[in-house]
């Protein structure tokens, strides 16, 4: 399976910017795609960013487009989330997930489709 490994999270004032990595393992298989999950306290985890590896095709949640910007680097493996005018509701645990399958935009938005996880990084957005 593949290991995932995200980082960057941490504690910001709103308005405030975070960048998140995900890094995935190179002994498997190329994830066509890669996303970001998130979940806050009490609530199910939602989908929040996913991309293509060719890095044309995106898919946002209404609550963060336009704030949120994903990018993938190949060659490293990784995914990146940029994340600006974070908001208290944006507080949660952030997974980075990934599907070996070239999912659709249609379906890159459903948790189901993803097969490998991360452990979870923290952010939270307060004063």
């Known amino acids: 399976q593949v290991q995932l490994v995200e980082s960057g999270g941490g504690l910001v004032q709103p308005g405030g910017s975070l960048r998140l990595s995900c890094a995935a393992s190179?002994?498997?298989?190329?994830?066509?795609?890669m996303g970001w999950f998130r979940q806050a306290p009490g609530k199910d985890r939602e989908f929040v960013v996913a991309?293509?590896?060719?890095?044309?095709?995106?898919a946002y949640a209404d609550s963060v487009k336009y704030r949120f910007t994903i990018s993938r680097d190949n060659a490293k493996n990784t995914i990146n989330l940029q994340m600006n005018d974070l908001r208290p509701e944006d507080t949660a645990v952030y997974y980075c997930?990934?599907?070996?399958?070239?999912?659709?935009?249609?379906?890159?938005?459903?948790?189901?489709?993803?097969?490998?996880w991360g452990q979870g990084t923290q952010v939270t957005v307060a004063s």
């Open positions: 997930a990934a599907s070996a399958r070239c999912l659709i935009l249609s379906t890159m938005r459903r948790i189901g489709e993803y097969d490998d």
């Open positions: 190179e002994r498997t298989s190329s994830s066509c795609v």
């Open positions: 991309i293509r590896r060719n890095g044309g095709t995106t």
